[in-house]
């Protein structure tokens, strides 16, 4: 059993730069393919980033191509998303998500509120 708890969402100006963490414990994540999705107020969650067990590969949807970066320390049982040139239309909350493998098993954080507001 694996639990997430993400940190460091907040309210920051259009432009500005965040950086959010997702700690996991109960269990090692480095065999997990991880992922950030967000959801936002009347809309659907959707999928933010992805990115590989070893960290070699990563995917982004493509509204934040170029400004997002999904990262992970694996010792660390931890999970990054640097997030810059933050838009209004970027406010969502934000949760980890965990995909052990060859299993079915998907584990989910509570989530951690971005706002994007002058």
């Known amino acids: 059993q694996v639990q997430l708890v993400e940190s460091g969402g907040g309210l920051v100006q259009p432009g500005g730069s965040l950086r959010l963490s997702c700690v996991a414990s109960g269990d090692t994540i480095s065999a997990n393919l991880m992922g950030w999705y967000r959801q936002a107020p009347g809309k659907q969650r959707e999928l933010v980033a992805t990115i590989t067990s070893g960290g070699g590969g990563s995917d982004y949807t493509d509204s934040v191509k170029g400004r997002f970066t999904i990262s992970r320390d694996n010792s660390k049982n931890t999970v990054y998303l640097q997030m810059n040139s933050l838009k209004p239309e970027d406010t969502a909350v934000y949760y980890c998500?965990?995909?052990?493998?060859?299993?079915?098993?998907?584990?989910w954080g509570k989530g951690t509120l971005v706002t994007v507001s002058s």
């Open positions: 998500n965990a995909r052990p493998p060859f299993t079915s098993m998907v584990y």
